[in-house]
């Protein structure tokens, strides 16, 4: 089968209706974009995140595509090109004739930008991770945190959990008995009387979209961070945007002077696939010197508090950003969110205590 990768074309409309539909009646969940309105723009002349769709077609039908996000990144001083391989849909998937394709798919991107990461993939055993590791990408787990606010609806609702019998019936026992309950007041107690306490002149101020302030933020911290994506206003504004509704921006002054900003999320989830129907608390992303990042998590905690959520989550890579979590009662658990990089990003990465969050990649679309 002769066949090419090229950009997504407006003549592609009809071929992609048809390859999603192909997709769809073997059960799988995910659609590849039929247009470029789907995808995030490019801004002449600003250094932001933007989307670009490829397709595998051999002339007559499409067999698979992926989305090419560009970025900058920034690793031991210097910034340079990367970008974040998403939505790889192979027919493959259905059909075996088509099983080269996935492997056409990433070859095709890695000829584009060499510097690639991909983020989420939901287990390193599913077949993405498991080929990037075959062609020589480093594949790891973002870790997991989470911390349990209202036992009731934790102990009924944790899908991921009440899978296992066993597990179950610990849950259901816990709830029954009151053991968890007693647990996360304690836990409470103990954090109001020995946790992190904000200082006095510190200032927290909630704004509906990240300021251009953030800029010089970024310029004196990002290299406390290793490798890390662009946090300067213009691309965070891009990634997490205004409209997004469910999120809430943090941004932090101490005497008067910048020190940190940090973005969270609240939802009220029905029939999530692990998280049921609860109403879930996230700490997305964020940014400060690592010695302001526990003032910087306190606040954002204190305002998914303020939700009356079930359950608090975050993926966090950097030290700094888990042991914050850490002291504010957070443990770690197994995670699903995978972040593999090309060799050519991971030899940038090398030494370096990484930056990725839910705000990178896909975002938090699934919180």
């Known amino acids: 089968m002769s066949v090419s990768i090229r950009e997504l074309a407006p003549e592609d409309e009809s071929a992609i209706r048809a390859f999603n539909s192909r997709l769809a009646g073997a059960g799988v969940s995910f659609a590849f974009p039929v247009g470029r309105a789907e995808l995030m723009h490019r801004v002449p002349g600003v250094e932001v995140p933007w989307q670009t769709a490829y397709v595998l077609t051999d002339g007559s039908a499409v067999h698979g595509g992926y989305i090419l996000k560009s970025e900058q990144f920034f690793a031991a001083g210097a910034g340079f090109a990367a970008g974040n391989y998403q939505l790889p849909l192979s027919e493959g998937i259905i059909d075996r004739s088509y099983s080269i394709v996935g492997v056409q798919l990433i070859k095709d991107a890695i000829a584009r930008q060499p510097c690639l990461y991909c983020l989420g993939m939901g287990s390193t055993a599913r077949p993405l991770p498991r080929l990037l590791q075959r062609l020589g990408w480093s594949v790891s787990r973002v870790p997991f945190l989470f911390r349990i606010e209202r036992a009731g609806?934790?102990?009924?609702?944790?899908r991921w959990l009440r899978e296992?019998?066993?597990?179950?019936?610990?849950?259901?026992?816990?709830?029954?008995?009151?053991?968890?309950?007693?647990?996360?007041?304690?836990?409470?107690?103990?954090?109001?009387?020995?946790?992190?306490?904000?200082?006095?002149?510190?200032?927290?101020?909630?704004?509906?979209?990240?300021?251009?302030?953030?800029?010089?933020?970024?310029?004196?911290?990002?290299?406390?961070?290793?490798?890390?994506?662009?946090?300067?206003?213009?691309?965070?504004?891009?990634?997490?945007?205004?409209?997004?509704?469910?999120?809430?921006?943090?941004?932090?002054?101490?005497?008067?002077?910048?020190?940190?900003?940090?973005?969270s999320s609240m939802s009220r989830l029905e029939n999530h696939a692990q998280f049921g129907n609860m109403t879930l608390g996230c700490v997305v992303d964020g940014l400060a010197a690592p010695v302001d990042v526990p003032w910087v998590t306190a606040a954002a905690c204190q305002r998914l508090e303020a939700e009356n959520c079930d359950l608090l989550v975050s993926n966090q890579s950097h030290p700094a950003w888990i042991s914050a979590l850490r002291r504010q009662g957070f443990l770690q658990g197994p995670s699903n969110f995978v972040l593999a990089l090309s060799p050519p990003l991971a030899a940038r990465a090398a030494g370096t205590r990484m930056h990725f969050t839910r705000a990178d990649g896909d975002g938090p679309i699934n919180l």
């Open 153 to 158: 609806p934790f102990t009924r609702e944790i």
């Open 164 to 263: 296992r019998r066993s597990l179950r019936v610990l849950l259901d026992l816990s709830r029954v008995s009151g053991v968890l309950a007693a647990v996360t007041v304690l836990g409470r107690l103990r954090r109001a009387a020995f946790g992190v306490k904000l200082p006095p002149d510190l200032a927290v101020a909630e704004l509906a979209d990240l300021p251009a302030e953030i800029d010089g933020l970024f310029g004196r911290v990002r290299d406390d961070y290793g490798l890390l994506s662009d946090r300067r206003a213009a691309a965070m504004q891009q990634k997490l945007p205004a409209s997004e509704a469910k999120l809430s921006r943090l941004v932090l002054h101490r005497s008067g002077k910048l020190i940190g900003w940090v973005v």
